[in-house]
């Protein structure tokens, strides 16, 4: 593979060149050279040279009819937001050399599969001086040098996900210095934490991500509430304790979202519990994977912030544990307090207002579907209007996070009836949400406030808004079908 196979490419090449001095300086650096040395595909170029890159960043911009803005200033960091053939972005970071050469540059990196240059004058040479290729050929983790995770430690999350994306191993004594680095977190920001985090959770095996950030102390600074789980055991029905039943929700959470993704789906083990949810998921697979593929904020799509939302789930058990009188371990009301916690971790790591929202709901319904589950409770219209009107399109999420948590409650314990009880109770909610939306979820009011003003002499207020939403539910229920009959239900509600 080189360079210039890949015609859009070859064409972005050809514009940078073309606003290029003959003896100007500019070499490509970072993943892209990866990306090429293992024949995979990247999402984005960076360059560096050594000077001041704005003027060449604007006039190739200009060629290309990109946006162009400057990230920072100080480090001289420019970015033209270029857009390829599918409409997807493409950006193109120029940035001035750290130091003085570029060798001193690629020393300054973080990994040295990273630190990898081919310079723009000589496309065929890859410049190697940190031996990158070789770590790349033996899949291994290498620091450029012995103060690069010193110098920022957010590259341990980074490592992270290089290695659970690559299949690196980790180089001799790295896993020790992930150990040493993490605890110098607190000094960096909160967002590119974050960032990292989340490539991890968007990564091909976000429960080994979490393995890694446990076993390298990451969670001390990024979410605390997990550190507590540490060492609560398990409690009936629980067969795992609580820290690793966390982490298996996650995974098994990942499985059934990577299942009903077409590109993805082969990519996980097709166990007996799995192919029972995909079959019947799928009359509604396609809408699904085009709803967790959705962006609340750009960079984090609806399948990562589920993936976040398992992982807080039961950050509110440490706190509300107790031991009951049957000598069991309880956790009432632990959901409430679960999201109160999850809502000040999305808030710590500056999620957006309705990402916050969006993962504290989860939270704090994830344990409303068990009644139906558990058969305490009976499904029926009115109970399927009633949680879509208090979680709306989280209901989508939470859905499938039952069916995670249950397995992560049960393991190997699980009986096929119990499993294919969760799997047709979710197909439900699934068929009321996509195909019943308008009976079932959000149905037309045959009556307005204004209606309920005029017919029965009512004042506005508190009262209107009570006897809508039990018209609505009504009419949800297919008790209410006609306007007469909506009439005569606000009546007897009246009185």
């Known amino acids: 593979m080189s360079l210039t196979s890949n015609p859009a490419i070859a064409s972005i090449l050809d514009a940078i060149l073309a606003e290029l001095g003959s003896g100007q300086p500019l070499y490509?650096?970072?993943?892209?050279?990866?990306?090429?040395?293992?024949?995979?595909?990247?999402?984005?170029?960076?360059?560096?040279?050594?000077d001041d890159p704005t003027s060449l960043a604007k006039a190739v911009a200009r060629r290309l009819k990109a946006g162009f803005f400057v990230l920072d200033d100080?480090?001289?960091?420019?970015?033209?937001?270029?857009?390829?053939?599918?409409?997807?972005?493409?950006?193109?970071?120029?940035?001035?050399?750290?130091?003085?050469?570029?060798?001193?540059?690629?020393?300054?990196?973080?990994?040295?599969?990273?630190?990898?240059?081919?310079?723009?004058?000589?496309?065929?040479?890859?410049?190697?001086?940190?031996?990158?290729?070789?770590?790349?050929?033996?899949?291994?983790?290498?620091?450029?040098?012995?103060?690069?995770?010193?110098?920022d430690p957010v590259r341990v999350l980074r490592g992270i996900r290089l290695a659970i994306q690559f299949g690196f191993d980790f180089g001799p004594g790295l896993e020790r210095k992930f150990q040493e680095a993490a605890v110098s977190l607190p000094n960096t920001s909160y967002e590119r934490q974050r960032d990292e985090f989340f490539k991890i959770l968007e990564g091909n095996d976000p429960a080994q991500g979490i393995?890694?950030?446990?076993?390298?102390?990451?969670?001390?600074?990024?979410?605390?509430?997990?550190?507590?789980?540490?060492?609560?055991?398990?409690?009936?029905?629980?067969?795992?304790?609580?820290?690793?039943?966390?982490?298996?929700v996650v995974k098994y959470l990942d499985q059934l979202l990577k299942a009903i993704q077409s590109d993805k789906s082969s990519e996980v083990e097709q166990t007996w519990w799995l192919l029972a949810a995909k079959k019947a998921f799928a009359p509604y697979s396609d809408q699904m994977e085009k709803f967790f593929q959705e962006e609340l904020t750009p960079g984090r799509n609806k399948s990562s912030l589920a993936l976040f939302g398992a992982l807080l789930h039961d950050l509110g058990k440490p706190m509300t544990m107790k031991v009951g009188e049957d000598g069991r371990l309880h956790y009432y009301n632990h959901a409430q307090v679960g999201a109160d916690l999850?809502?000040?971790?999305?808030?710590?790591?500056?999620?957006?207002?309705?990402?916050c929202n969006w993962v504290t709901d989860l939270v704090r319904h994830h344990m409303d579907l068990l009644p139906l589950i558990n058969g305490r409770t009976a499904l029926t219209p009115r109970v399927i209007y009633r949680f879509y009107q208090k979680v709306d399109e989280v209901g989508?999420?939470?859905?499938?996070?039952?069916?995670?948590?249950?397995?992560?409650?049960?393991?190997?314990?699980?009986?096929?009836?119990?499993?294919?009880?969760?799997?047709?109770?979710?197909?439900?909610?699934?068929?009321?949400?996509?195909?019943h939306k308008e009976s079932l979820v959000n149905p037309t009011p045959l009556l307005d406030g204004n209606d309920i003003q005029r017919l029965f002499g009512l004042n506005p207020g508190k009262k209107i808004g009570e006897l809508l939403d039990a018209l609505l539910e009504a009419q949800a229920g297919g008790e209410i079908k006609t306007q007469e009959e909506a009439e005569a239900f606000i009546m007897k509600q009246i009185k």
Request: hydrophobic share 45%; aromatic share 8%.
């Open 211 to 248: 393995v890694y950030c446990r076993q390298f102390n990451v969670f001390e600074t990024l979410i605390p509430g997990l550190v507590q789980q540490e060492g609560i055991p398990a409690s009936d029905p629980h067969v795992y304790p609580l820290i690793e039943h966390t982490w298996r």
């Open 342 to 355: 999850a809502l000040e971790v999305a808030k710590r790591l500056k999620l957006s207002k309705a990402e």
């Open 28 to 50: 490509l650096v970072g993943g892209s050279v990866r990306g090429l040395l293992l024949g995979r595909p990247f999402n984005d170029l960076d360059f560096v040279m050594p």
């Open 74 to 151: 100080v480090r001289r960091t420019t970015r033209i937001v270029h857009t390829d053939a599918m409409g997807k972005m493409f950006p193109l970071d120029f940035v001035k050399f750290t130091g003085n050469t570029l060798v001193e540059d690629l020393q300054s990196r973080d990994f040295t599969v990273n630190a990898m240059a081919i310079s723009m004058h000589d496309l065929a040479t890859i410049i190697d001086p940190l031996k990158g290729r070789e770590d790349l050929k033996q899949g291994r983790l290498s620091l450029c040098n012995p103060e690069s995770l010193i110098a």
């Open 396 to 435: 989508v999420a939470i859905l499938l996070h039952t069916l995670a948590d249950t397995i992560g409650t049960y393991g190997e314990t699980l009986s096929r009836e119990k499993w294919e009880q969760a799997v047709t109770i979710a197909a439900q909610f699934l068929s009321a949400w996509w195909d």
